[in-house]
């Protein structure tokens, strides 16, 4: 089963730092350009980073440029977010997603970053 | 970039048909054919219904259909069910980054 899951989140300070996981199995993600996409609580969708497949290229959404880091270990089929100097508004559901197609089509089932003093 | 233009909300009767607009710019829609749509449920990750502006992943009713029109794509739900009731959003490759999201449509099947 093509699968993706994400662990990492939890309650962090403001200014406090985290990283993200996203397990894959089923397939590769070293055939895969892999993006992070956050849900604030009551909120839409935002697209967060991208990262290519050979990890060359990355990519940041503007609000998160200089303090989140995208990376990829393809031995290990995994996909990580490094997430500092935390705010408030950082709050939220993080998504690892698959892109196909110009496409999100697998998703992961989140993980819980609360920004909180 | 800002998020693409969808209406807050969009009902139907059981076994009608609706229609969610997603308006963006000639800075994502209007220059590429790369619109997407996810369903999410409450607490559940989303799902993907539609990409490339009409094609459906293999498993996906064809009562979802997608369609674009200059700047403005559109998911069209026909034979509306209960278990279509959910959030809906638009996405499309843009010019300045790679991805953005629309605001997202909540449908009520009544």
């Known amino acids: 089963e093509v699968q993706l899951v994400e662990s990492g989140g939890g309650l962090v300070q403001p200014g406090g730092s985290l990283r993200l996981s996203c397990a894959a199995s089923g397939f590769s993600i070293s055939g895969y350009w892999m993006h992070w996409v956050r849900q604030a609580p009551g909120k839409g969708l935002v697209w967060v980073s991208r990262?290519?497949?050979?990890?060359?290229?990355?990519h940041y959404v503007d609000s998160v440029k200089g303090r989140f880091t995208i990376s990829r270990d393809n031995a290990k089929n995994t996909l990580y977010l490094q997430v500092n100097s935390l705010r408030a508004e950082d709050t939220a559901v993080y998504y690892c997603?698959?892109?196909?197609?110009?496409?999100?089509?697998?998703w992961g089932q989140g993980t819980m970053v609360t920004v909180s003093s | 970039q800002s998020a693409l233009t969808q209406p807050a909300s969009v009902s139907g009767s059981p076994g009608q048909s609706i229609t969610i607009s997603c308006t963006g710019t000639?800075?994502?829609?209007?220059?590429?054919?790369?619109v997407s749509w996810y369903q999410q449920h409450p607490g559940k990750a989303p799902k993907l219904m539609i990409y490339e502006v009409s094609k459906r992943p293999s498993g996906v009713s064809n009562r979802f259909s997608g369609s674009e029109s200059g700047n403005t794509a559109s998911l069209t739900i026909s034979g509306l069910q209960a278990e279509d009731e959910a959030d809906y959003y638009c996405?499309?490759?843009?010019?300045?980054?790679?991805?953005?999201f629309g605001t997202g449509t909540k449908v009520t099947v009544l």
């Open positions: 990262i290519t497949g050979d990890a060359r290229t990355t």
């Open positions: 997603v698959r892109e196909s197609s110009y496409a999100f089509d697998i």
């Open positions: 996405c499309s490759f843009a010019r300045s980054v790679p991805y953005v």
């Open positions: 000639s800075s994502d829609i209007g220059s590429y054919r790369l």
